[in-house]
């Protein structure tokens, strides 16, 4: 199960998620390499990060969207390259 990503309030003392978490931050939290987020932001399933000084960030919001997304398996299954038959046409392979 993943741990959620929290710090505490300084006023109230309370355990709340950060506004903004950094990208490296949470794939280490997801245990998943640069890629993969990068690939999860080019198809739309993560929104892009948002850059501060040269480093690259989520909002809580985003961070929720994405986890709630895959909860409801929005992403199992994932994107797949066409088949050779799709990728060639007609699939009958000759030239039309």
Same mark, same amino acid.
């Given at each position: 199960? @993943?741990?959620?990503?929290?710090?505490?309030?300084?006023?109230?003392? @309370?355990?709340?998620?950060?506004?903004?978490?950094?990208?490296?931050?949470?794939?280490?939290? @997801?245990?998943?390499?640069?890629?993969?987020?990068?690939?999860?932001?080019?198809?739309?399933?993560? +929104?892009?990060?948002?850059?501060?000084?040269?480093?690259?960030?989520?909002?809580? +919001?985003?961070?929720?969207?994405?986890?709630?997304?895959?909860?409801?398996?929005?992403?199992?299954?994932?994107?797949?390259?066409?088949?050779?038959?799709?990728?060639?046409?007609?699939?009958?392979?000759?030239?039309?």
């Amino acid at each position: 199960m @993943l741990k959620p990503i929290t710090e505490i309030d300084s006023g109230t003392g @309370l355990t709340q998620p950060p506004a903004m978490v950094s990208v490296r931050r949470f794939r280490y939290q @997801l245990g998943v390499v640069p890629s993969t987020v990068w690939r999860w932001i080019q198809r739309g399933w993560l +929104d892009q990060p948002v850059n501060i000084g040269g480093r690259q960030y989520l909002t809580a +919001d985003m961070v929720q969207r994405f986890l709630d997304r895959a909860a409801r398996g929005e992403f199992a299954g994932g994107a797949k390259p066409p088949s050779r038959a799709a990728a060639a046409g007609d699939g009958q392979g000759g030239p039309t």
